[in-house]
């Protein structure tokens, strides 16, 4: 194993790795951060090996195994000092370890059964949903504009590997996400809903909208001809966590499709 | 309305407002602190009005009606400046708005179905969860020994006014959960059992154990003559957020008892 050491702070890929904690500069470079053993892991596994790893010298041994499946598949290896790796981790205790790893397109699959999400801004709640969605054999997860970024270090945390098993793909308006699930109906998650989501038939091809939580249903976008579908809930209580409500619903539709 | 202004730090309600911080304190003096104009507004229209109401002068303008409604029910108005309500509050950009209310006991109902906390130590989580089984009308939580507090303020936060819709109680042993729910089938979630969750008859009385995300299932208590039930997933996806889990799992039940 060729590994090199990086002892400035000025290293051009030490640079880099830092400027992709950037939303605008990982959709240039085309490169996410991942942080942690669990991460890099299922990243590789996934198929999406790391352009390049960086490790402390304690993770150097703590993380032998990774250091070497990180090799197998291709990363150049950089030990970096503790201080130094400070500057590139966004946790408060670092496990040391942090890949650089191109973003992943995966093709949407065919499932007929697609999550939109619209008004989402709390990235645990995004990666929350994306796992639940990934869990759920859903065919895509379409963001829309303004939507918290799925690629951030948060929201790849909560995703715990989500993010390089399902489609996600970010539309610039309602008719691109029309034009991308031909044939559709399209529901959207509202507590005050008529219709319950068990009602809805859910083995014919379907979308849901999910919002976020601060706005009655959060969803942001003006859409037409959507059904508002309601998980019917206790006296008193006004809503389910977004992420909840809308994995509540993708599980629905699994089990009629069983 | 009666409004005290307090300009010490060391100011027996502060200090006492300060003290319930802790965990150990809050259970000694059965109060707890709720910071927030959603939270405050939700325990009161639940029939548990603050005995204590603090504020900033800007937050005095600013929720004026909130100020009306826990004078009302009778908590004392207490005005702090701002450098001495940062000392109380639990946020980086606090409202200005926080109560010291009674902790809330209420008795479980009696709807057949319950939910067992036992090794979930994250609190935004079990807030979450909480809140799902709120909504799912389940009649009573129980914590096992070892769970994380629902009185800290990030649980109280993402419980969304759910502690006070639902019994909460503590167990001390397996023992006594058994002794609550008599007759109670018991199952606990976990992603590599055998029997899907779909498969089990939620009509009779059952209780669900949660655990939470790092071990296998994350259960930590050995329970003896309980059922594992997992949500079946897609290939690759080792499992869903111990919140989300749970709270599909409870919103079947719910779907089967309509």
Do not use: C
């Not at 990086?6 to 830092?18: D, G, M, P, V």
């Not at 503790?82 to 496990?95: C, K, R, Y």
């Not at 939580?213 to 006004?238: F, K, N, Y």
């Amino acid at each position: 194993m060729v590994i090199t050491p990086i002892s400035s702070a000025a290293n051009s890929r030490l640079k880099l790795a830092r400027s992709l904690q950037r939303r605008r500069t990982r959709r240039k470079q085309q490169l996410i951060l991942l942080e942690g053993e669990r991460l890099i892991t299922d990243s590789i596994s996934a198929g999406f090996p790391p352009a390049l790893f960086f490790f402390t010298p304690e993770a150097e041994r703590q993380h032998a195994r990774l250091l070497a499946l990180a090799a197998e598949a291709g990363a150049q290896l950089l030990r970096v000092e503790p201080e130094l790796f400070a500057g590139i981790s966004d946790t408060v205790s670092p496990q040391g370890v942090l890949a650089v790893t191109p973003l992943p397109h995966l093709p949407p699959a065919v499932a007929g059964l697609a999550l939109i999400l619209d008004g989402v801004r709390d990235p645990g709640n995004l990666g929350t949903v994306l796992r639940s969605a990934a869990a759920a054999n859903a065919d895509q997860v379409i963001l829309m504009p303004g939507v918290t970024d799925p690629w951030s270090p948060k929201a790849l945390r909560s995703g715990m590997g989500a993010h390089f098993r399902i489609a996600i793909r970010e539309a610039k308006s309602i008719e691109q996400v029309r034009a991308w699930l031909p044939g559709y109906a399209i529901y959207f998650a509202d507590a005050s809903g008529e219709l319950s989501y068990t009602d809805v038939d859910w083995s014919h091809p379907s979308a849901l909208i999910l919002g976020g939580e601060t706005e009655r249903a959060g969803i942001v976008s003006q859409w037409p001809d959507v059904t508002a579908v309601a998980i019917p809930m206790a006296r008193g209580v006004e809503s389910l966590n977004a992420a909840v409500a809308g994995s509540v619903i993708l599980f629905e539709a699994v089990r009629q499709r069983l």
